[in-house]
């Protein structure tokens, strides 16, 4: 059985073909973790928290309990989805400054372990 590839620790650079995907605000501040990266290195837009942007997508996890990242996810995997053409790196969202668990926010990503252009972190 082929193992599935895996989102490394540290991002550093992309291929043209690949998005950095990072935990968010609803307000797009990217004042901290992989949602600076995303503004400094990978196209990230202040004031806006959601979506693509750049070679980056955001997934905002800072406005409450798991639940109401829930949605925000699905978009994301919706949007992988009609994206084929694209590799989207998911960074362990959620799990720094927004202080969930990763056992808490890789549940919510279920249905992207049968999305080929998705890839999640270990263990997720």
């Not at 797009?28 to 070679?55: D, E, P, S, T």
């Not at 056992?103 to 997720?124: C, E, K, M, R």
Request: hydrophobic share 40%; with cysteine; proline share 6%.
């Amino acid at each position: 059985m082929e193992k599935k590839r895996t989102t490394p620790e540290f991002i550093t650079q992309l291929e043209p073909n690949e998005i950095f995907v990072f935990g968010s605000n609803l307000q797009g501040m990217h004042g901290g973790g992989a949602a600076l990266v995303a503004y400094r290195k990978f196209g990230a837009i202040l004031g806006q928290g959601v979506g693509l942007q750049g070679q980056s997508y955001g997934i905002p996890t800072m406005q409450g309990g798991v639940e109401t990242i829930r949605p925000y996810v699905d978009d994301f995997i919706r949007f992988a989805k009609e994206h084929p053409e694209l590799t989207f790196l998911v960074t362990r969202i959620g799990c720094g400054i927004a202080g969930f668990r990763d056992s808490d926010i890789s549940s919510l990503f279920a249905a992207a372990h049968t999305v080929d252009n998705i890839i999640l972190p270990p263990g997720w």
